[in-house]
T-cell receptor
Framework: NAGVTQTPKFQVLKTGQSMTLQCAQD?????MYWYRQDPGMGLRLIYY???????DKGEVPNGYNVSRLNKREFSLRLESAAPSQTSVYFC??????????FGPGTRLTVT | QKEVEQNSGPLSVPEGAIASLNCTYS??????FFWYRQYSGKSPELIMF????GDKEDGRFTAQLNKASQYVSLLIRDSQPSDSATYLC????????????FGKGTLLTVNP
C-alpha cells in the first residue's frame, strides 16, 4: 500500500514551459487535493476534487488546471510556468470530508 | 475569510519537558480539528484529530479542544529530539465543506 504517490520529485522549468504533475492514491479515497507550500505562506489549496468527475477551485487557482482522470489519479498542469510558481507542491487525498493524507511532494523551480 | 492562527515560534523545550502548541480559529461552525507534523523537507503527516470538546490522548500526544473559546492545542509529553518539527493545525468547518484550512505552523525544537 503506497498511499499517495507524486511524480516527479524535482523539476526545473524555464519561464513559459508547461508541465503536468502527477498524483495517484491507492487507498480508494474519494477526495483529492493539490496544495502549494511557500516559506511564510503555509499550505495553500490550489484545486480539489470532492469525488471522481468533479473539480473545484481553491484559494490560488490562477495559472493552473487539473484533471481527475479516475478515482485514483489527479493531475495538476502548469500551462505557461512563471517564476512565481516556484514552490513545493503537495497532493493529498481524503476518505471523507475530514482528514487528509499527503504525498511526498514535488519541488518545482521556474527560472 | 476563515482563519487559523498559530504562533510561528520557534518554541524551544528541553528533552523530557512538555511542549504545548496552540491554535485558534475564526469559524465558530468548525467541527473537525487536526494536527499535522512536518519534518524539514518532508510532507505533512497526520498525528492527531479531535471532534469533541475536551481531551483526546494518544501515547505522548494529547489534543485539547475548547469550541466556546475557538481554541485547540497539542501537548507533547516527554518531548524527544525526534519531535523537533513544524506542527500544523488544520480545521474543517463541516457540512458539505471538503476543505481544510491550515495554520502556518509552529516550529518546535527539542534540545537534548
Amino acid at each position: 500500500n503506497a498511499g499517495v504517490t507524486q511524480t516527479p520529485k524535482f523539476q526545473v522549468l524555464k519561464t513559459g514551459q508547461s508541465m503536468t504533475l502527477q498524483c495517484a492514491q491507492d487507498m480508494n479515497h474519494n477526495s483529492m487535493y493539490w496544495y502549494r507550500q511557500d516559506p511564510g505562506m503555509g499550505l495553500r489549496l490550489i484545486y480539489y476534487s470532492a469525488s471522481e468527475g468533479t473539480t473545484d477551485k481553491g484559494e490560488v487557482p490562477n495559472g493552473y488546471n487539473v484533471s481527475r482522470l479516475n478515482k485514483r489519479e489527479f493531475s495538476l498542469r502548469l500551462e505557461s510556468a512563471a517564476p512565481s510558481q516556484t514552490s513545493v507542491y503537495f497532493c493529498a487525498s481524503s476518505p471523507r470530508r475530514d482528514e487528509q493524507y499527503f504525498g511526498p511532494g514535488t519541488r518545482l523551480t521556474v527560472t | 475569510q476563515k482563519e487559523v492562527e498559530q504562533n510561528s515560534g520557534p518554541l524551544s523545550v528541553p528533552e523530557g519537558a512538555i511542549a504545548s502548541l496552540n491554535c485558534t480559529y475564526s469559524d465558530r461552525g468548525s467541527q473537525s480539528f487536526f494536527w499535522y507534523r512536518q519534518y524539514s523537507g518532508k510532507s505533512p503527516e497526520l498525528i492527531m484529530f479531535i471532534y469533541s470538546n475536551g481531551d483526546k490522548e494518544d501515547g505522548r500526544f494529547t489534543a485539547q479542544l475548547n469550541k466556546a473559546s475557538q481554541y485547540v492545542s497539542l501537548l507533547i509529553r516527554d518531548s524527544q529530539p525526534s519531535d523537533s518539527a513544524t506542527y500544523l493545525c488544520a480545521v474543517n468547518s463541516g457540512g458539505s465543506n471538503y476543505k481544510l484550512t491550515f495554520g502556518k505552523g509552529t516550529l518546535l525544537t527539542v534540545n537534548p
